[in-house]
């Protein structure tokens, strides 16, 4: 016990040693403690112990009185003389408590104090007005706000006297005065422009000198002039800080309780600085900083401290240290441990003498515990302590000494660019800085460090928010440095991890990078540029076609007007040099911002950490991931399900994706599972084995317990019956014999356990037995951290040790999906917009340009015809000069709007749509694609097995380096097949679901099943979906897709799983559905997605036809009918146009902007803005489909035929309505939106009715391509094509009320036009009867349109009018419609004009037809022919024939019918 004793403290015998406490002393806390009576050397250190444990206190109270009041006066900007402890700040000029808050009892309107210092606030009304509890009436005095946001609020000072409301807030009374950066304008009752426009994270400060009577305002810093110089004051009049806030708006105030960011010289604040505490911490401080350099000579005679020292600390440093002071620790906040045997022995004169060290570690405690009362203090922490961390390590500071060799180190990492800083923290931690820590967490209660670390944390959080003045980005750069340098500390590490990073301060703020202010922006850009557009075909401004109807300048421009063009538009030549330029410009904030995105990559690794990990205390990464899922469940899953809205900002949710992304990519290439050349991605398997819950959000098939009954067998096929996961689904019996719920607690995801937290002490979880292993597991992986734990354990800390590392990866792959799609897409969605925005605005800038010359054109004209004008050539000129003063001053506009939009694209180009970001998002998405075709597709699985079991470099990571053309795998149509379960589609063979998997080739179970895919989660799908249109449409083509390896692979994978996925029965969330026929419907718009989906494998192609032309009863037809319209748009009649021709002869055949293009695509209307891209390979494979499966085909266009019947119907019905309603503004808009969607989608099925009739038109004709039902599917198509010509053409049957709806131009009826309703009839007619076809085809197409009751031939002969006169005609669109489809519709005219004569000529004299009393009762148009048996009831066979598709019964007796018969008419 002695050799232990002596090798803890050692024994000094130094005849010296006297004379060296006293010189300790001295360093240390100066003469006034040093006891020169105190000589015995074997009592000496002890009795200093106890001497300045007495009297450390009222020494420092002594100096802290003595200290001259001068220095605390300049240093804190106070204008007073003493202070006292009173809770009343009793400076002149002042009137208030001490402490300053904003007074809730003043609060006008909704508004809500965040936190519990009530100096943060958010508004909740249309505008909510609060003041603070103090006010002061004379003297200079400030305060400070920060922005949380940059909209409308109003900060300012106003008496007691004012009254607000909700309409008026500070600054709208007579004694109140405001100034709001949102809007840039000061108010006192009256407003004027002041100031600059404000940004989230600025530093507002208010200055008013009451002595004079001013008011001032600062930027963060930088004063914004003098606002009023007039403000009242005097006798009655004190003035409040007030603020003002819109819905939403939120800031941060600072009264004083806190050092300024930015304080004014002279002014002030409301609430006084805690002099006294400041000075006390600031003395305690020098002597703690003596006693560092103490310990410091003693442990460099000792090795340097090491990763491994450190990680050791507190469970055996900590523990040598504590049994040392308990030697002298009577007054010590630890309790001496009770024992029966004594550890010091009191006869032994030898031990009593204490050890330097134990003697430096003694007046360490006594030091920390008098520096407990005042670091309670807000104010001293961010005054007095941060400033030291940030100064030990190398950080400079106002009048503070700073660490050399912290320095040194700090400069190399900056150099290096702060590569590997996470490794030389962790390998080596600095030695001063986890010295000063180890103090704090040894002798300093817990509860008041860590209200100590959360203090520096959310200082350096709002230091952090600032907007940067220049591209160096120091401050942001500084903060995560000094955050990076406390976490080398293990025990604060996981503090911060624990308690404060996903508490009040998010992490996710530390990896935010702010746009700085657009002045910082225009030094960096030279000059602004932005796309300029081409002239627009077709366009002609109503202005420019006025003058050229009244021939006083011709249609097209002059030679003239072009050369002016030319001169006031930049060259091609030009623009490309400004082009050239603007990118190297962004390139330079691309490389500015990268030593920021790098140290924010070592934040996170160091978050990450995963080697500290003990048999007591768990990892760093292990606490992360628990603290992360948590975040993920609050601020995206809930978010999800409740609200549909984030309660995180879009743009720092962007930038954590980005940082979590890089930092997994990296952590992957440093330890890749298995396969090194495949993206991180979620093995299939894992959606169904339970190891990961998926924030129990739902599947795909449904809620998780259904699917576990419905899909059980398949389960236990894959995992084995005595799988926990598929026992935790099994009813429990109760006590009373009867069965519980179907599943448990833990299994159905109860919210008692996913949310609420529970506390339990260490050693219960060290106690907690552990789970025995799951069945048929390949990998061994820590119970705990599996979502089959026991009941409860997954809301509880993670317990000791490191994670593993699979399970990690799979966390935090999950985890950026949920937040990719919650959040992140949100902001990608608003950069499109800004982006769209600078477009439109550039087109617009663009048609001023060539108005300007064409206004000037005709000024010059009018000057130049005569020397002296007439009175009405003046007036002319006049009007044209004003004309061409407001297109002088809308370009001004629109220039200086479009050079803001180029610097914010500028900032968008350089730091967030980086080439970087683009690379990532691709391997996220593959990854993401790979995982979910890997579940889905049991051919694909097994095609990736057997090619790429090893890929190598060079071949695709997603089909394994073959091509496509590999997979043309034979297609077996799902009508032909023996239904399988509910939701498997095909039987198909078993195969593995993960390249994990891989390895155990000779395993008994199959290790995937194809109906299991109904497992995966939702957002797992939805978040591969928009990271593909993220990369295809929002990025693109800002940054050019083309630079993705393998980008065409990408796309032709992707369309695999969206041609057969997209109507999946396993999927039966409707808005994963939803989302997936959007993003085809999206890839049919462009020519190059096109492309793909003809690449995509045989069967694929054929499972999306076959959905296509399924029959369109009780399913959502109307986005896919569209998706089918896209494969015809560019070969149907005068069906070549991307905006209608109409509507492009007035406003210009415009390319679409990106978001016009974007997933999300109103596919339920045929809102031509989309250029044609026809594809003929799926036009093929439509028409193989409909030629070899007759019955689905006959159904199919009997469908669709009644969905266009009814389409046309309910639009010419809801015309007539309209048409009796005299006045437009006695339109309901509803009814007029209502109409024109009827007439979309009208035109959308008549456009499918024309592809099906070119595709297949022996369906009409030939009873065996049509089930038998040609004659019904001829006569029912004739019908509905002559009833249309009927109803828009001729004037009696309908067409004057179409006339007048299209003349009428009202809201959202654009669209409703000649063109569109007739040019998808003509082609129908046109395609069924082509010169091409049989005659016997041809003979009866045409016996059935001309013997049709609706037919019209002047209604035809509409169509083709010569008469420019006429109303319309397709003559009048030469650019549309072809002349060979004109021709091809002539001759159908005559044809049918031959027919109808040569029936006329059949019929006897005088014949009147078919007697009325023989007409169908329910048509009304043939004769009642046929008859029902056995009850005998008759009509046409027609109707008879469409009724029997869906029915059984009489129409009239509901009798069961037998079969029908021919009956016949009788003759009059």
């Not at 900060?155 to 008026?168: E, H, P």
């Not at 799983?1057 to 999206?1082: G, K, N, Y």
């Not at 249309?1284 to 067409?1295: H, K, L, T, Y």
Request: glycine share 6%.
């Amino acid at each position: 016990m002695m050799n232990v004793l002596r090798s803890m403290f050692g024994v000094c015998s130094s005849s010296t040693e006297k004379g060296e406490v006293h010189d300790m002393i001295k360093k240390i806390f100066g003469n006034e403690l040093v006891m020169k009576d105190n000589t015995d050397k074997h009592t000496q250190r002890s009795k200093y112990v106890n001497y300045i444990s007495e009297n450390l206190s009222k020494i420092l109270d002594a100096k802290v009185n003595s200290y001259k009041i001068k220095s605390t006066k300049k240093q804190h900007n106070i204008n007073v003389t003493t202070e006292t402890a009173e809770s009343n700040d009793e400076r002149p000029g002042r009137v208030g408590p001490k402490l300053v808050v904003f007074d809730a009892s003043t609060g006008t309107g909704r508004l809500v104090l965040v936190g519990d210092e009530r100096v943060s606030i958010q508004g909740l009304s249309s505008f909510a007005t609060i003041r603070a509890t103090a006010c002061v009436f004379s003297g200079k005095w400030m305060y400070e706000v920060q922005l949380g946001t940059k909209g409308i609020m109003q900060i300012g000072w106003c008496t007691s006297s004012c009254t607000f409301s909700m309409d008026t807030g500070v600054g709208d009374t007579a004694h109140s005065y405001a100034y709001d950066g949102g809007r840039v304008r000061k108010w006192n009752v009256a407003t004027s422009q002041y100031g600059q426009s404000w940004l989230p994270g600025d530093v507002i400060g208010s200055c008013i000198d009451l002595d004079k009577g001013t008011l001032e305002y600062y930027r963060n810093g930088v004063s914004l002039g003098l606002a009023f110089d007039k403000v009242a004051h005097g006798s009655g009049l004190a003035y409040f800080p007030a603020v003002s806030l819109a819905m939403q708006e939120h800031l941060y105030a600072n009264f004083g309780h806190v050092p300024f960011i930015f304080p004014i010289e002279g002014f002030a604040p409301l609430q006084a600085p805690p002099i006294r505490e400041c000075i006390r911490a600031t003395l305690l401080f020098k002597s703690l900083d003596a006693l560092l350099d103490e310990l410091n000579r003693l442990s460099n005679l000792k090795p340097p401290v090491t990763a491994k020292i450190s990680k050791a600390k507190s469970d055996s440093s900590k523990a040598e240290v504590e049994v040392a002071l308990r030697i002298h620790s009577s007054n010590s906040i630890y309790s001496p441990r009770s024992s029966p045997h004594s550890m010091v022995d009191a006869q032994s004169t030898e031990v009593k003498k204490m050890s330097k060290r134990a003697f430096l570690m003694s007046l360490a405690r006594l030091i920390v515990a008098e520096m407990g009362s005042v670091l309670r203090v807000t104010y001293v922490v961010v005054s007095e302590l941060l400033p030291r961390f940030r100064g030990t390590l190398g950080l400079k500071n106002r009048a503070l000494s700073v660490d050399q060799s912290a320095v040194e180190f700090y400069v190399k990492a900056k150099d290096d660019n702060f590569n590997g800083l996470a490794q030389k923290f962790l390998a080596q931690p600095q030695p001063r800085l986890c010295s000063l820590l180890d103090l704090l967490w040894t002798f300093l209660e817990e509860a008041a460090l860590c209200d100590v670390l959360e203090h520096c944390v959310v200082r350096e959080c709002l230091l952090y928010d600032l907007v940067s003045p220049d591209m160096n980005f120091t401050q942001q750069i500084e903060g995560l440095y000094v955050l990076c340098g406390l976490m080398q500390h293990r025990d604060t590490r996981h503090h911060l991890v624990k308690y404060v990073f996903f508490n009040k301060i998010t992490f996710d703020n530390f990896l935010n990078i702010k746009c700085p202010d657009e002045i910082v922006l225009r030094s960096i850009i030279r000059k602004p540029w932005w796309q300029r557009p081409m002239s627009v075909q077709g366009e002609t401004d109503p202005q420019i076609a006025e003058i050229a109807e009244k021939g006083t300048r011709p249609s097209t421009f002059t030679p003239t007007g072009a050369d002016n063009t030319s001169k006031s538009l930049p060259s091609y030549r030009d623009d490309s040099t400004l082009e050239a330029q603007y990118k190297e410009d962004c390139e330079k904030i691309t490389k500015a911002v990268a030593p920021l995105e790098r140290i924010q990559l070592e934040f996170l690794l160091m978050l990450l950490d995963n080697t500290d990990g003990t048999t007591m205390v768990p990892s760093t990464r292990k606490i992360f991931l628990e603290k992360f899922r948590r975040y993920i469940m609050d601020n995206c899953i809930l978010d999800m399900r409740l609200f549909n809205v984030s309660r995180n900002s879009p743009a720092i949710s962007w930038c954590c994706h980005a940082r979590l992304l890089t930092a997994v990519l990296r952590l992957w290439n440093e330890n890749p599972l298995n396969n090194p050349h495949l993206p991180p991605h979620i093995p299939a398997r894992t959606f169904i084995d339970g190891e990961l819950d998926f924030y129990n959000v739902d599947r795909l098939g449904g809620v998780l317990p259904f699917l576990v009954r419905t899909l059980r067998q398949d389960l236990i096929q894959v995992l084995g019956e005595e799988n926990p996961f598929i026992q935790s689904f099994e009813p429990n019996y109760n006590r009373s014999g009867g069965i519980d719920a179907g599943v448990n607690d833990m299994a159905a995801g109860s919210p008692g356990l996913a949310t609420l937290p529970q506390v339990i002490s260490s050693m219960a979880r060290f106690m907690h037995p552990p789970m025995p292993p799951m069945a048929n597991s390949l990998y061994s992986r820590p119970t705990g951290e599996t979502a089959l734990a026991l009941k409860g354990t997954r809301s509880m800390m993670p317990g000791a040790g490191c994670i593993d590392v699979r399970t990690a990866y799979l966390r935090l792959m999950d985890g950026l999906l949920a937040l990719y799609h919650g959040i992140a897409i949100k902001h990608a969605e608003k950069l499109c917009e800004l982006r769209d925005n600078q477009l439109d605005m550039a087109d617009c800038l663009h048609d001023i340009e060539q108005r300007m010359v064409t206004v000037t054109n005709e000024l010059q004209t009018v000057e130049g015809t005569k020397t002296e004008l007439n009175e009405s050539e003046k007036i002319r000129k006049l009007l044209t000069e004003k004309m061409l003063n407001e297109l002088e001053r809308s370009k001004a506009v629109y220039e200086e709007k479009l050079e803001a939009s180029a610097l914010q694209m500028a900032w968008v180009i350089g730091a967030i749509w980086t080439k970087q970001r683009q690379q990532e998002l691709a391997k996220h998405f593959t990854g993401t694609l790979h995982s979910l075709r890997y579940a889905s597709d049991p051919e694909y699985a097994a095609h990736v097995q057997a090619t790429s079991k090893e890929i190598l470099p060079g071949k695709s990571s997603i089909i394994g380096g073959a091509s496509y053309a590999s997979l043309q795998l034979e297609y077996t149509s799902s009508s032909d097949q023996s239904p399988q379960t509910p939701t498997s589609r095909a039987a198909s063979p078993r195969t593995c679901s993960n390249t994990q998997m891989e390895m155990n080739p000779t395993s008994n179970n199959p290790e995937f099943s194809e109906s299991l895919f109904a497992f995966v989660p939702e957002y797992h799908v939805d978040a591969m979906l928009e990271l593909c249109n993220t990369l295809r449409l929002y990025m693109h083509p800002t940054v050019p897709v083309q630079q993705v390896a393998e980008w065409e692979e990408l796309v032709v994978s992707c369309a695999s799983f969206l041609c057969s996925e997209f109507a999946d029965p396993r999927i039966v969330l409707a808005s994963t559905r939803e989302s997936l026929v959007q993003t085809l419907a999206s890839f049919a718009t462009q020519p190059a997605t096109m492309r793909a989906i003809e690449r995509v494998p045989l069967k694929q192609q054929m499972c999306m036809v076959e959905e296509l032309v399924r029959p369109y009863q009780n399913r959502a037809w109307a986005q896919s009918n569209w998706v089918l319209v896209r494969f015809w748009h560019g070969s149907g009649f005068g069906f070549r146009h991307r905006q209608w021709p109409h509507l492009a002869a007035r406003y210009g055949d415009r390319e679409p902007t990106v978001n016009n293009l974007g997933a999300k695509v109103d596919a339920g209307l045929m809102s031509q803005c989309f250029g044609p891209c026809p594809s003929e390979v799926i036009q093929g494979r439509i028409r193989d489909y409909l030629n070899d499966h007759q019955k689905e085909a006959a159904q199919f266009l009997n469908s669709l035929l009644s969905q266009l019947n009814w389409a046309f119907s309910e639009f010419f019905t809801m015309m007539q309505e309209m048409d009796r309603v005299q006045i437009d503004a006695h339109l309901e808009p509803r009814h007029i939106k209502l109409c024109a969607t009827c007439f979309d989608l009208y035109h959308g099925l008549a456009r499918a009715l024309e592809m099906t009739l070119a595709l297949a038109p022996e369906l009409l004709t030939k009873s065996t391509s049509s089930d038998n039902q040609n004659e019904l599917l001829l006569g029912r198509t004739c019908q509905i094509l002559m009833a249309v010509v009927s109803r828009i053409c001729v004037r009696g049957g309908g067409g004057a009320g179409f006339r007048r709806l299209v003349a009428r131009g009202l809201p959202d009826t654009d669209r409703v036009h000649y063109y569109v309703a007739l040019a998808p009839v003509a082609g129908c007619l046109i395609r069924m009867l082509d010169p091409k076809l049989p005659q016997e085809h041809l003979s009866k197409v045409t016996n059935s349109l001309v013997t049709e009751p609706l037919f019209r031939l002047d209604g035809l002969e509409f169509m083709l009018e010569k008469d420019k006169n006429k109303n319309f005609s397709f003559y009048k669109f030469p650019d549309d419609v072809s002349a060979e489809e004109l021709s091809s519709l002539e001759k159908l005219v005559e044809r049918l004009r031959a027919a109808r004569d040569a029936q006329m000529m059949t019929k006897s004299p005088g014949s009147s037809g078919t007697q009325s009393d023989l007409l169908c009762t329910i048509c009304y148009a043939r004769p009642a022919d046929t008859a029902f048996m056995p009850c005998g009831h008759h009509s046409c066979r027609a109707c008879i024939m469409q009724h029997l598709l869906n029915s059984k019964q009489c129409f009239f007796c509901k009798a069961e019918i037998d079969t029908v018969r021919e009956i016949e008419p009788v003759n009059a």
